[in-house]
C-alpha cells in the first residue's frame, strides 16, 4: 500500500474528513487529497504529525515492517550457500543482496565469515577489519557482534598483531569463552 493509500485508510478508520486532516496539519485539503490520489506526497516532516493524528507509529504509516525485512534477509542468506564448498560464490551472492539491503549487519557478518574461510594467504586481512569494524558500528545484535569481534581477534593475530587481537578478545564477555 503506497503511502496515500494508508492516509486514506486510516483517515476513514478514524472518521475524520480531508478537512479535518488538513486543518490539523496546518495545510491545504487540495494536499491531502492529492496525497491520496498519488499525485503527491507529504513532506517528511509531517510524517510524524500523521503519526501522532492517528495514533499509529511511523512504521505502521509507512507499511514498514522489519520483521518481514529479517525474514527475506535470512531467506537471501539460505540461498547463498554459506557452509558449502564455494566461500566466493556465497560472498558474491551476498554481496549483491546487500545492495537491496545496505549495512544489513546479518548480511555484512556472513559476508566477513566468508571473507575469512578464503583468507589463508591473509591477503584479505584489511578489508575483513574493515567489514569487521562497519558491523561493529552498526548491530545491536550480541550473539553478530561476538562473532565479529572473534575474527576480528583471529585476524589481527594471523597478523602478528598480538596487542590488537588481545585488545578484541577482551571486548568478548567472558561467558563466551
Known amino acids: 500500500m503506497n503511502i496515500g493509500a494508508k492516509i486514506r485508510f ?24 492529492k496525497w491520496e490520489t498519488g499525485a503527491s506526497s ?9 503519526a501522532i493524528f492517528f495514533g499509529t507509529s511511523l512504521d505502521r504509516l509507512l507499511d514498514f515492517d522489519q520483521s518481514q525485512v529479517d525474514a ?5 542468506v539460505a540461498e547463498s ?18 545492495e537491496k539491503y545496505p549495512n544489513n549487519d546479518l548480511l555484512l557478518t556472513c559476508i566477513l565469515e566468508d571473507m575469512q574461510e578464503q ?7 584489511a578489508e575483513i577489519i574493515e567489514v569487521g569494524e ?14 565479529v569481534l572473534r575474527i576480528m581477534a583471529e585476524t589481527y593475530h594471523g597478523m602478528s598483531e598480538q596487542a590488537m587481537a588481545e585488545y578484541y578478545l577482551a571486548k568478548i564477555p567472558g561467558l563466551h569463552f
Open 119 to 125: 583468507n589463508a594467504d591473509r591477503s584479505r586481512s
Open 72 to 76: 527475506a534477509v535470512e531467506a537471501l
Open 10 to 33: 486510516l483517515r476513514k478508520e478514524k472518521k475524520v474528513t480531508q478537512e479535518e486532516l488538513a486543518e490539523y496539519l496546518h495545510i491545504s485539503s487540495q494536499a491531502v487529497s
Open 134 to 147: 562497519r558491523i561493529l558500528a552498526c548491530t545491536k545484535d550480541d550473539e553478530l557482534k561476538i562473532d
Open 81 to 98: 550457500g554459506r557452509g558449502g564448498n564455494d566461500p566466493a560464490a556465497s560472498e558474491a551472492f551476498l554481496r549483491k543482496s546487500l
Open 42 to 50: 507529504p513532506d517528511i516532516d509531517l510524517l510524524p504529525k500523521l
